[in-house]
């Protein structure tokens, strides 16, 4: 049985401990998400802390935005491992279902959240 990926929130300022936080705290789930923070970082110290934070398994990366440091980061970080996937977008919806999915493969798990974080989405 292969293990479950983890989730890195990778974002500006305090907003991936924020996301993690409140993830544990309504879906019940604790250890899965880690949060990391560009802040005050270039773009050699936001790597090294998300070197830092990846370890070793699969890996889905929820990024901020589809662009900037945080996503320009995590897409480097996928390019030289074949067990990472990055979601761009990150939201609350996708976070909580992550952490509730189980073992699937870390491109199952993006797509998933992906999906999930889409369908919250909404218009009023």
Do not use: W
């Not at 050699?44 to 070197?51: D, Q, S, T, V, Y």
């Not at 797509?111 to 218009?123: D, L, N, S, T």
């Amino acid at each position: 049985m292969s293990k479950p990926p983890r989730g890195i929130v990778l974002a500006h300022g305090s907003l991936a401990s924020a996301l993690v936080q409140e993830a544990e705290r309504i879906g019940g789930v604790i250890g899965v998400l880690t949060p990391v923070s560009n802040a005050g970082c270039d773009r050699e110290a936001l790597g090294e802390l998300l070197a830092a934070a990846l370890g070793e398994g699969p890996v889905v990366i929820f990024a901020d935005m589809p662009c900037g440091s945080c996503y320009f980061a995590a897409m480097h970080a996928a390019r030289e491992r074949s067990d990472i996937r990055v979601v761009s977008g990150v939201n609350l919806p996708m976070l909580l279902d992550f952490v509730h999915q189980g073992a699937l493969s870390p491109q199952e798990g993006a797509q998933r959240a992906a999906g999930k974080g889409v369908e919250a989405i909404r218009q009023a």
